[in-house]
C-alpha cells in the first residue's frame, strides 16, 4: 500500500474533514469508509501522510486519546505541539476530555 492507494485517499478525504481543534480515530474513521476492521491500515495511512500540508494526521488518535502517531513525527513532542496549538488538551501522551474534543466522521450511510 501506498500513498496513492485509493483506500488511503479515502482516509485522506475524511481526515481533511477533522476540525480544528477535534479529533478522531483511526477506528472511527475506518467505520465512517465502510470498513470497520481497517483501523490498522488508517494508521497506516496516516504514516505516509506526514508529507502532505493539507493532511492533519496529528488530529487522529486512538480510540481512548492515546498520540499512538507521535513516534511519526518529526521531534519528540511534534504531534502533541500541534494539538496543543489547536487548544487540545493533552497529558501522557493522552488528550484529555476525550470525548469533548472527539469528532465523529459521518457513517457511510451520511456520506
Excluded at 59 to 86: A, D, W
Amino acid at each position: 500500500m501506498s500513498q496513492d492507494d485509493p483506500f488511503f485517499e479515502r482516509v485522506y478525504a475524511v481526515v481533511r474533514q477533522i476540525p480544528e481543534g477535534r479529533v478522531s480515530t483511526y477506528g472511527a474513521i475506518a467505520k465512517c469508509l465502510g470498513s470497520a476492521k481497517s483501523a490498522r491500515v488508517v494508521g497506516y495511512a496516516m504514516n505516509a501522510a506526514h508529507h502532505l500540508p493539507d493532511v492533519p494526521a496529528h488530529r487522529v488518535v486512538n480510540r481512548i486519546g492515546l498520540l499512538t502517531g507521535k513516534h511519526h513525527f518529526p521531534g519528540s513532542n511534534l504531534m502533541q505541539q500541534l494539538l496543543e496549538n489547536e487548544g487540545i488538551r493533552v497529558f501522557e501522551n493522552q488528550v484529555q476530555d476525550f470525548e469533548s474534543v472527539f469528532w465523529q466522521p459521518p457513517m457511510p450511510t451520511e456520506l
